[in-house]
């Protein structure tokens, strides 16, 4: 049984930087890829960053240069480093993974309950 967890959200002002971690268990093996969502109030699901089975990652236009996918294998964890935050940020987090080889899907069978990260300008 996969769990992911999110974990690293909170509040902070435009400018500001925040990490979120995903604590990924019951997830076998290697080949896999993993990603983050996030949704803000009112508006549907957007993929803002990916990570596949042999590191590759692609990233949202509107967080290019500004937030960095990455991934520990030995504590099975996911990261999203998101610096100068804008208002236009916020929004619920999710961490998703699926088995996968090659490019990424767009679309995961696995989620995280969601950590909530808010930018206030």
């Known amino acids: 049984q996969v769990q992911l967890v999110e974990s690293g959200g909170g509040s902070v002002q435009a400018g500001g930087s925040l990490r979120l971690s995903c604590a990924a268990s019951g997830l076998t093996g290697s080949m896999h890829c993993m990603g983050w969502f996030r949704q803000a109030s009112g508006k549907e699901r957007e993929r803002v960053a990916t990570i596949d089975s042999i590191g590759r990652t692609t990233y949202a236009l509107s967080v290019k240069g500004r937030f960095t996918i990455s991934k520990d294998n030995a504590k099975n964890t996911l990261y999203l480093q998101m610096n100068s935050l804008k208002a236009e940020d916020t929004a619920m987090y999710y961490c998703?993974?699926?088995?996968?080889?090659?490019?990424?899907?767009?679309?995961?069978?696995?989620w995280g309950q969601g950590t909530q990260v808010t930018v206030s300008s």
């Open positions: 998703a993974a699926d088995y996968w080889l090659g490019t990424c899907p767009s679309q995961f069978r696995y």
